[in-house]
T-cell receptor, first 111, second 111 residues
Framework: DVKVTQSSRYLVKRTGEKVFLECVQDMDHENMFWYRQDPGLGLRLIYF???????EKGDIPEGYSVSREKKERFSLILESASTNQTSMYLCASSLVKSPLHFGNGTRLTVT | DAKTTQPTSMDCAEGRAANLPCNHS???????VYWYRQIHSQGPQYIIH???NNETNEMASLIITEDRKSSTLILPHATLRDTAVYYCIVRVAGTGNQFYFGTGTSLTVIP
């Protein structure tokens, strides 16, 4: 079974802090994704990556950046956390023509 | 990617078939229909996908209309553990691999 592991289930940070959300997958998938999920808005794509060191913006990239230095790891970075970035963050991975496999999410609270 | 329309919520009696509809009237010829579900506090889980033929696996069946403008996910014998939010997504396989999620259908299985 594919395993997508997000480093924290719950995280509390202060406004202005730099925040790193880490995601690791163990199935050699080319593609990795970061979504955020908010009530009434569904899942919205922030960034995705189709190869090491490659990244593409999704629908809502503002205030975020990503890093993919190794194939198995995809990091989401909040350069200066703000309260409107309080959300559930979901990482996913997939092969090129295959369904997404999700982690269990990180619930981030910015105070 | 084509947009999808799903009912906000549905109920189903335990042991009965749950039929979840999805409209995707702007789907193009090379777009697949995917279904995911999300149980509270977990990441979305892949269920099934198809292009134009009906599909069945151990979890569910997918019925796609001949004009491909709508589809129905069928859970043949719903259990309480099937209570979840169900997402219908259409996307082109093998491109930039964006999966765009809407707000889904909240299915409640009633004892």
């Amino acid at each position: 079974d594919v395993k997508v592991t997000q480093s924290s289930r719950y995280l509390v940070k202060r406004t202005g802090e730099k925040v790193f959300l880490e995601c690791v997958q163990d199935m050699d998938h080319e593609n990795m994704f970061w979504y955020r999920q908010d009530p009434g808005l569904g899942l919205r794509l922030i960034y995705f990556s189709y190869d090491v060191k490659m990244k593409e913006k999704g629908d809502i990239p503002e205030g975020y950046s990503v890093s993919r230095e190794k194939k198995e790891r995809f990091s989401l970075i909040l350069e200066s956390a703000s309260t409107n970035q309080t959300s559930m963050y979901l990482c996913a991975s997939s092969l090129v023509k295959s369904p997404l496999h999700f982690g269990n999410g990180t619930r981030l609270t910015v105070t | 990617d084509a947009k999808t329309t799903q009912p906000t919520s549905m109920d189903c009696a335990e042991g009965r078939a749950a039929n979840l509809p999805c409209n995707h009237s702007t789907i193009s010829g090379n777009e697949y229909v995917y279904w995911y579900r999300q149980i509270h506090s977990q990441g979305p889980q892949y269920i099934i996908h198809g292009l134009k033929n009906n599909e069945t696996n151990e979890m569910a069946s997918l019925i796609i209309t001949e004009d491909r403008k709508s589809s129905t996910l069928i859970l043949p014998h719903a259990t309480l553990r099937d209570t979840a939010v169900y997402y219908c997504i259409v996307r082109v396989a093998g491109t930039g691999n964006q999966f765009y999620f809407g707000t889904g259908t909240s299915l409640t299985v009633i004892p």
